[in-house]
């Protein structure tokens, strides 16, 4: 946490718990000193444990190979592995590192693939004022030198008590670590020699090696057509000797007020000051070219970022300027640049993150943040923000924080490494966060704190990643209602999906406890967690360096295990401080340092219930004593085989039946595919006309489904609006399911209108029929972009005569051309901002992308009447950035949007950007009013992407 230290207990008065440190670590020479196993031969290292890197089908998927400085060839010093707080290795990937020391010391890597650039992760001594020192390593290739690198610790080595300083005379020394990167200048093939080699100790008495990252960096992405450059339209200084942060402002300003985007050329460009953003794009040539960094000269509080409106009375408390307020900002993206910043120390109150404020309806992609405070501190109330395939790198707190009603929003496919706090952390203080996820992330060493928290909230998910080394005061995954604003409303509650993690060397020693943290924990200090379902499966939990499961500060319930595999723990397999219900199935241990799995001093109080499949944690005798020391190692070297996963349940959802009578849906659960701010889909279902449910903005298509609990006959359905609001038409489709999994159309999309004048009330005539599950899908909305309902009310069963109403008309397609241009279309699902509407707005650049890794996906366009069609164009973005792929997809027809047939047969279809992205698919001519694309796979990116669907006659 960005504001409060995670060691909540403070030790005994008059003793520091950070005393005990003294003895193990100096200040300014611990890079030097710290004891270590000389190698004397350039004969590669051993490494201690396993990479994140080592896991397949779960993190992120990123563009570099990482070699690990103790695997390499090298002649320095191995030192490590060591888990101790404040010591060199502890912080290091895998805890272990190499040090040199002397002229024509150096690590050597041997590239495994192509590669013209490297990042690479190191330490230096401090200075004796605590300021930093600056120095260099010669990078060579094959033996020849390449050029020299400039290092420094100026943004490493922090002290004292939370939140720190960079007083060297200080106790606890920490945060050893920095990365750099630099370009070759050329293209190095598989087999090349890299060395890093210390060419003088002059500046620096010691270089220590991590790792090193290569890359193969793609040339600079082109300026599209029609953007606003910062550059030639504004004045912007690429050079970085001048600030740019009003010429930045007046830029996106200008982009929002004429619809255009705004484009960052290649260039170091400095701001003094946060840059505005709201409505509009901001991308750059790619974060290796466009980089935005710096700070104020004078004012310390300022610095180089780009950030939301602050929404009034919201998360972000101090002074707001006149631009800053209004927010949520909304519909912006930032993409395909770096912001790479000057802050040196943890001032908790100054705004010097990458990325902050509120954005709603938002995308953060392919953003490199590192030496910020915070990658992306985010202040809601906000809605349905992203950020994804990015880099968050050397922070001062966390990488990334979702604060204060933040709903709907993820971070995925990103990668994390060296934050001075939690990872990745939601944090629901006094407005609930709902909905959130954290997939397909890799965490590298975390500092201070967790890899992925979540205080408090309401169905979060936390799946698909790997985290490795977490160093004190937290563990890998925690799931708590901890923090200030962290009680009723806004703790923990409904479902919180912890599936298909992997944690590695997780969990670590609180050094304000003096205890060891576990790699997953919970804690209850602000009330009890009761009444959610949090479940954990699939999981692996590997190496940990004090205990696997652990519960502490209040009671605890609603807890499942199911199908996890624990192997390796420094202490114990379950570390119990705190009562607890808690189930287990399939829960395998083995490799626990401890003869005794368990630490339990809460007796029965700890309440087990136990499925098939469980062994190696369990004991009716556990132990309860002094802590012991932990023994780390016991751990695989080598990842499991068949990460495990638990089959789907085939049993169906409990039945409940409604009421006999009366409006079927009232107090029913409901679901959406997602909301604004706290427009939840529940005040569509509560009786209360005042009170509605909103989707995501500028997002359709939008669904709402309520389950009536069983089957029943169902022949209307009336929605409304509240009573004052102006004149709309929504334009929306009403489906039918009996099992929750499987839909038909039951009256085809039409537009609506709701009037004040009639009580903002609209009646749908249903066919009648036996239904459980009802959805509206949502595609338009003359008053707001979003879908909207106050109630959301069903009857059936003759109970409520239905009035009589028009059906819903046919309308004419255009006559030649696009058949589908502008019509109505739906899906099966969309990710981010990308809806199905992209697909028909005639615009290359915009497109839908299906949800992520879930195949079969599929697009259906309704062209208002049965037409002749014998052939359809599809487009993606013709630009490089969107590199060759090869889709597999079908294409289905209907006449009435319920039962379609196969028009053309699933096969792949290559889009590249040569030829302008676009495929034709031709088929016998054929009269259909609805055409549907299904797409079950897609060679560059997980899901079904279209940017143009166009259908076009016979």
């Not at 690198?149 to 005379?169: C, L, Q």
């Not at 020699?193 to 790792?211: E, N």
Request: glycine share 12%; hydrophobic share 35%; net charge negative.
């Amino acid at each position: 946490m960005a504001h409060h230290t995670i060691g909540t207990p403070a030790p005994p008065p008059g003793r520091s718990a950070r005393s005990l440190l003294a003895a193990i670590v100096g200040t300014t020479l611990v890079a030097a000193c710290v004891s270590a196993v000389a190698v004397s031969t350039a004969t590669p290292a051993h490494a201690a444990g396993l990479s994140p890197f080592d896991i397949a089908g779960r993190g992120a998927t990123v563009p570099f190979v990482e070699h690990e400085a103790e695997r390499a060839s090298h002649t320095g010093t191995k030192i490590g592995p060591t888990r101790y707080y404040g010591q060199l290795p502890s912080e290091a990937s895998g805890r272990e590192a190499v040090t040199l020391d002397a002229v024509g010391e150096y690590v050597e890597f041997t590239l495994t693939a192509p590669a013209n650039a490297v990042t690479f992760r190191y330490s230096l001594p401090d200075s004796a004022a605590g300021t930093g020192r600056d120095a260099s390593l010669d990078l060579r290739a094959n033996g020849s030198l390449v050029k020299a690198v400039p290092v420094t610790s100026r943004y490493g080595w922090f002290y004292g008590g939370y939140p720190f300083n960079n007083n060297p005379g200080d106790t606890n020394p920490h945060h050893f670590y920095d990365e750099t990167r630099t370009m070759f200048g050329t293209t190095y093939p598989t087999g090349t020699r890299i060395r890093l080699q210390v060419s003088s100790t002059a500046q620096s008495p010691s270089f220590t090696i991590d790792l090193a990252d290569f890359e193969l960096v793609g040339a600079q992405l082109t300026k599209p057509a029609g953007v606003l450059d910062v550059v030639t339209d504004f004045g912007a200084d690429p050079t970085g000797a001048t600030d740019s942060t009003a010429k930045f402002q007046a830029a996106v300003d200008a982009g929002k007020a004429q619809g255009r985007a705004v484009w960052i050329p290649a260039g170091t460009f400095t701001l003094w000051d946060h840059v505005v953003v709201d409505g509009v794009t901001l991308r750059g040539a790619g974060p290796w070219y466009s980089v935005l960094g710096g700070r104020h000269p004078t004012d310390r509080s300022r610095a180089a970022g780009i950030y939301g409106k602050y929404v009034p009375g919201g998360g972000y408390s101090g002074g707001i300027r006149p631009h800053e307020a209004g927010g949520p900002s909304r519909n912006v993206t930032l993409r395909d640049f770096a912001i790479i910043g000057d802050i040196r120390e943890r001032v908790d109150e100054d705004q010097v993150n990458a990325i902050g404020g509120a954005m709603s309806n938002s995308v953060v992609d392919n953003v490199w943040m590192q030496h910020t405070k915070v990658g992306a501190w985010m202040d809601g109330p906000m809605d349905n923000f992203t950020i994804r395939n990015s880099r968050i790198l050397d922070q001062t707190a966390d990488g990334v924080n979702f604060h204060w009603g933040v709903t709907n929003s993820t971070v995925t496919n990103t990668f994390v490494r060296n934050t001075g706090d939690d990872a990745l952390a939601m944090w629901a203080q006094n407005v609930p966060n709902v909905g959130n996820s954290f997939t397909h992330n890799t965490i590298g060493v975390t500092v201070l704190a967790n890899h992925l928290v979540t205080y408090g909230g309401r169905d979060i998910t936390i799946a698909d990643n790997v985290t490795a080394d977490s160093v004190t005061n937290g563990g890998g995954i925690h799931v708590a209602n901890r923090y200030p604003g962290v009680q009723g409303p806004t703790a923990v509650a409904g479902t919180i999906t912890v599936a298909r993690n992997t944690l590695i060397r997780n969990g670590n020693s609180d050094y304000n406890w003096n205890f060891g943290v576990g790699a997953i924990w919970f804690s209850a200090l602000n009330e009890p967690i009761q009444g959610a379902s949090i479940r954990v499966t699939d999981t692996d939990i590997l190496d940990s360096s004090y205990a696997a499961l652990h519960w502490i500060e209040g009671q605890t319930s609603g807890i499942s295990f199911a199908n996890v595999r624990i192997d390796g723990a420094g202490t114990y397999a379950l570390q119990v401080q705190a009562p607890s219900q808690v189930s287990f199935t399939d829960v395998r241990a083995t490799g626990i340092a401890q003869s005794n799995p368990m630490h339990n001093c809460v007796g029965g109080g700890f309440q087990i219930s136990q499925g098939a499949g469980n062994s190696g944690w369990y004991t009716a005798t556990p132990y309860c004593g002094p802590w012991p020391t932990p023994q780390w190692g016991n751990g695989p070297t080598s990842p499991p085989t068949g990460t495990p996963t638990t089959p789907p349940p085939t049993t169906p959802p409990p039945t409940t039946p409604p009421p006999t009578g009366g409006n079927l849906a009232q107090g029913r659960p409901v679901t959406a595919s997602s909301v604004s701010q706290n427009y939840v889909a529940g005040n569509a279902v509560d009786g209360n006309a005042g009170s509605y449910w909103e989707s995501a903005n500028g997002a359709f298509p939008q669904t709402l489904t309520v389950d009536l609990g069983a089957a029943v006959t169902t022949d209307r359905i009336v929605l409304k609006l509240p009573a004052g609001w102006e004149t709309r038409t929504q334009t929306l489709s009403v489906a039918g399911s009996t099992d929750g999994a499987a839909y038909s159309t039951v009256v085809g999309s039409a537009g609506y209108t709701f009037n004040p004048a009639t009580g903002n009330t609209v009646s749908i005539t249903l066919p009648a029929g036996s239904r459980r599950f009802l959805r509206l899908s949502f595609t338009g909305n003359t008053g707001w972009p979003a879908g909207q309902v106050a109630e959301f009310e069903v009857y059936g069963g003759g109970t409520t005569p239905p009035p009589t109403t028009t059906p819903p008309p046919t309308t004419t397609p255009p006559p030649s051309g696009n058949l589908a241009l502008g019509r109505p279309v739906t899906e099966t699902s969309h990710a981010d901002v990308y809806g199905a509407g992209n697909a028909v707005d005639g615009n290359p650049a915009t497109y839908w992308e299906s949800a992520n890794n879930a195949f079969p996906q599929s697009i259906t366009v309704d062209l208002g009447a049965a037409r002749s069609v014998s052939r359809v164009v599809l487009r993606l973005p013709p630009v490089t950035a969107w590199q060759t792929r090869t889709q597999t997809l079908a294409v289905l027809g209907s006449a009435d949007g319920g039962t379609f047939s196969t028009l053309k047969p699933s096969a792949g279809y290559t889009f590249n950007p040569a030829t302008g992205n676009t495929v034709t698919i031709t088929f016998p001519a054929t009269t259909q009013r609805h055409l549907r694309l299904t797409f079950t796979g897609n060679t560059a990116w997980p899901a079904g992407q279209v940017s143009e669907f166009e259908v076009h006659a016979a």
